[in-house]
């Protein structure tokens, strides 16, 4: 279980997030970015791409969650290796809201990265960075079965970066105090927003719109100057 939920969330926040960067740089190359920007201010209109991506992302994840919850049982008396497999109704429900703000945290930062990115090319070449801290949790997987309540699990699932997949397979595997979830979600709540506005504010760099990319060194400057 905590294999399948991290697997289920993991595909559907980059697959929206994928889907959202794809299009800001379609938008940004065709200079639509640019007429859009002329009547509209950044931060509504990133959290307007951002929420309809995730809409998408999130129809698709709980179709699967739900199937899932539905069909494991079923399977667990037809097949011998899947006896006692159960997915309890909360795991669902709190995997999708997870699903929710990791996506909006990782859609952020996508959005940022082709903001920046003169073509969408160069965006590909940064993803990976964020790929890898969101799936610290898979890599540890092992630490979780043994010791879901163990030091590293606990961080992993409290980070907001990954928390997403930490939390839901913490949760899949023991019971984790109603405190813990809350500061968890506030955290991951808290980080997202702040992803989504600071891309905004490189959206409102006009230089990001053409050009070659900035180095990382002028980032902070780009967002105060935003």
Do not use: C
């Amino acid at each position: 279980m905590p294999y399948i939920m991290a697997i289920l969330i993991m595909m559907g926040t980059f697959f929206a997030s994928g889907y959202l960067m794809v299009s800001i740089s379609q938008e940004k190359e065709s200079r639509t970015i640019e007429i859009l920007l002329s009547s509209a201010r950044p931060f509504p209109l990133l959290v307007g791409k951002v929420l309809a991506s995730g809409a998408l992302g999130l129809l698709q994840i709980a179709f699967t969650m739900i199937v899932l919850w539905q069909l494991a049982p079923r399977a667990a008396t037809q097949i011998a290796a899947l006896a006692g497999l159960e997915v309890p109704f909360h795991l669902v429900a709190v995997g999708l809201v997870y699903f929710l703000g990791g996506y909006l945290l990782i859609g952020g930062l996508y959005a940022g990265v082709a903001a920046v990115a003169p073509k969408m090319q160069d965006a590909q070449q940064f993803v990976g960075f964020m790929v890898l801290p969101f799936v610290l949790p898979m890599i540890f997987l092992t630490e979780f079965m043994t010791s879901p309540n163990g030091g590293l699990a606990v961080f992993l699932s409290m980070f907001p970066i990954t928390a997403p997949l930490g939390m839901t397979m913490r949760l899949s595997l023991t019971s984790v105090p109603l405190i813990e979830i809350i500061v968890s979600l506030v955290l991951l709540a808290i980080t997202a927003v702040a992803s989504i506005w600071f891309a905004a504010r490189l959206f409102r760099v006009n230089t990001l719109l053409a050009g070659q990319a900035p180095r990382v060194r002028d980032l902070v400057r780009l967002v105060r100057e935003g």
